[in-house]
């Protein structure tokens, strides 16, 4: 079992390739994401973006056709879900903290994912009406101390037609991708 992110002075790469493939439950392995890119069956997708799409298609949210962002660029996140929502036939534009006028890119966007660890940095001016946001953000407010996503929700909520919260949206949702990739590792 690999906790990420390491040690800065251990090689995150080299550590994620020394695991087999096959058995990689978490789906951080660059072998896997390489796989979901070639839209081979044998890939094992990351726990939280396998979350994410199981999240998407339990609420039956049609992905044909849409615009979708996602701001952040992780290999174990922004990635992945970059190639699973191509497969759902999704236009995807990646963002980052280089990506210039942001809200003019994201308050286009019909699917609104982030997953940058900065409490409450998107609001209004962000998000289109009646988007789909998923937050998979993870920070602590510094002014309230409680633990908040990359939304602010509050101000958000009403402007949308879906949101995950935070906590409780899709970190279970990735708990329970981890427990499902296990099982199917487990059947090979």
């Not at 789909?132 to 958000?156: C, L, W």
Request: a neutral charge; glycine letters at 6%.
């Amino acid at each position: 079992m690999v906790q990420l992110p390491l040690p800065s002075q251990i090689d995150t790469t080299q550590v994620l390739m020394a695991i087999d493939p096959l058995k990689d439950a978490d789906g951080l392995s660059p072998i896997n994401l390489g796989l979901l890119f070639q839209k081979k069956n044998i890939a094992i997708p990351s726990a939280t973006s396998l979350g994410i799409m199981k999240l998407i298609e339990e609420y039956k949210l049609d992905l044909s056709g849409k615009n979708a962002v996602i701001i952040g660029r992780s290999p174990d996140v922004s990635l992945p879900l970059f190639a699973q929502l191509m497969d759902k036939n999704c236009t995807v534009t990646i963002c980052h903290s280089f990506t210039k006028n942001l809200s003019e890119i994201t308050s286009q966007a019909d699917i609104l994912i982030s997953a940058i660890g900065k409490p409450k940095f998107l609001g209004r001016e962000f998000v289109k009406k009646d988007a789909v946001v998923i937050d998979v953000g993870y920070a602590t407010d510094p002014v309230t101390g409680k633990t908040t996503g990359d939304f602010d929700f509050d101000q958000i909520k009403d402007l949308v037609s879906f949101i995950t919260p935070v906590p409780g949206g899709v970190g279970p949702m990735t708990i329970a991708s981890l427990f499902w990739n296990t099982i199917q590792i487990s059947k090979r």
